[in-house]
């Protein structure tokens, strides 16, 4: 069964940075496209960044491009997502999700980690 | 990148169809045939129910199926049941190399 549990979130001032984990089990990690996708408080759902299962090829939303960098380390099935210049309409939960083998299509979802950012 | 185009709400009767719409342009729903629909209950993580616009992963019942006509998308829900109540959203591949989603369909089972 596919796992994924995210972690690193919390509370952090605008202007200031967070480094969000992923840490997933269950299948073979490194053979899969992964992805961010939030959701802010009440809101719809926000596509964020991706990255290839080799890690060579990325892939952000405009709204984060310049300020999220998306990495992974398959040595320990964790998936990683580093944001600087955070603003205030950043804050959403955050989602570390599986690609669907190659359909551009999002599979399974972690329970999502919450990202504040206020001041 | 804007977001797709959703109708906000839709509701239907018990047994009844219905049917969500899901517009975007040439850049990303009419580009290419990967259109995804995902269910979204209150509190829950969302549900991918359809993907490459009309397929539909195992597991997921027959009683939804997704269509596609230039750069729209739609998703049907056949037999509509209480439990289908929940929030649907479209999303697309695009010509930009990322994905958007639309806004966001509030089902309601009358």
């Known amino acids: 069964e596919v796992h994924l549990v995210e972690s690193g979130g919390g509370l952090v001032q605008p202007g200031g940075s967070l480094r969000l984990s992923c840490s997933a089990s269950?299948?073979?990690?490194?053979?899969?496209?992964m992805h961010w996708v939030r959701q802010a408080p009440g809101k719809g759902l926000e596509y964020v960044s991706s990255i290839s299962g080799g890690g060579g090829t990325t892939y952000y939303a405009d709204s984060v491009k310049g300020r999220f960098t998306i990495s992974r380390d398959n040595s320990k099935n964790t998936l990683f997502l580093q944001m600087s210049g955070l603003r205030t309409e950043d804050t959403a939960l955050f989602y570390c999700?599986?690609?669907?083998?190659?359909?551009?299509?999002?599979?399974?979802w972690g329970q999502g980690i919450l990202v504040t950012v206020s001041s | 990148q804007s977001a797709l185009t959703q109708a906000a709400s839709v509701s239907g009767s018990p047994g009844q169809s219905i049917t969500i719409s899901c517009t975007g342009t040439?850049?990303?729903?009419?580009?290419?045939?990967?259109v995804s629909w995902y269910q979204q209950h209150p509190g829950n993580a969302p549900k991918v129910m359809i993907y490459?616009?009309?397929k539909r992963p195992s597991g997921v019942s027959n009683r939804f199926s997704g269509s596609k006509s230039g750069n729209t998308a739609s998703l049907t829900i056949s037999g509509l049941q209480a439990e289908d109540e929940a929030d649907y959203y479209c999303?697309?591949?695009?010509?930009?190399?990322?994905?958007?989603f639309g806004g966001g369909t509030k089902v309601t089972v009358l």
């Open positions: 040439s850049s990303d729903v009419g580009s290419y045939n990967l």
């Open positions: 269950g299948f073979t990690f490194d053979y899969y496209t």
């Open positions: 490459e616009d009309i």
């Open positions: 999303c697309s591949f695009t010509r930009s190399r990322n994905w958007v």
């Open positions: 999700v599986k690609d669907l083998s190659g359909t551009h299509a999002f599979d399974s």
